[in-house]
Structures are given as C-alpha cells and as structure tokens.
C-alpha cells in the first residue's frame, strides 16, 4: 500500500476555532505506516493520523475548491457555521403543537 501523502506535499490542515473552522495548507514533513490502512502524517501544523485516502479528523487532501478558498482568503481562513446545530433546531420546532391548524383547507 503507498502512502496518501509524500513529504513535501502539501494538504489542508483544520483547527476548531469559536467561530467556526480555520482551513490551513500544511506541508507534509514525515509520514509513517502505523496499522492497516492507517498513516501517521507530521506537518508543519501537527501531527495526524489519516486513512489510506489522506483523509483524518484534522487533515484532508487539498482539492480544487479548498485550493481556490486558500487563494481568496488566505491561510487560516474562517470557516462559519452554516446550519442550526440540533439544539437550535429542537427550539425552533416547539412553536408548533401536535393538532395545531396549519391552514392548508
């Protein structure tokens, strides 16, 4: 099995911000086999563990829209949240009770 990544590549590097997400290009400096189908990559950035794609909790391949969104904003960009989280939803859904007339006759 070849590696995801080659030292010297680069990928995109992600850390939680309070904001949202900050998206970082990250430059591979080691990279080793730990168990199957799972590398330890080291990067400028940290260190992560990916699968056989490239893909991690904190670190992903660059592909053409992340490699557009690095250009436009710049390294570290900010990521926002774009959706209700589940406890936003669960709010909003209670203004509504079960035999409520919504109107639609």
């Known amino acids: ?42 990067t400028d950035h940290g260190t992560a563990t990916v699968d056989g794609t490239g893909v991690g909790s904190v670190a992903v391949p660059l592909d053409p829209d992340i490699e557009a969104d690095l250009y436009i904003y710049g390294d570290g960009y900010l990521v926002s949240p774009t959706s209700l989280g589940v406890e936003d939803s669960a709010q909003e859904d209670t203004s509504l009770e079960r035999g409520d007339d919504l109107g639609f006759d």
């Open 1 to 42: 099995m070849s590696a995801p990544f080659e030292p010297g590549s680069a990928l995109a590097w992600m850390e939680i911000d309070p904001d949202g997400l900050r998206v970082h290009r990250a430059t591979v400096e080691t990279i080793e086999h730990t168990a199957a189908g799972r590398w330890s990559v080291t």
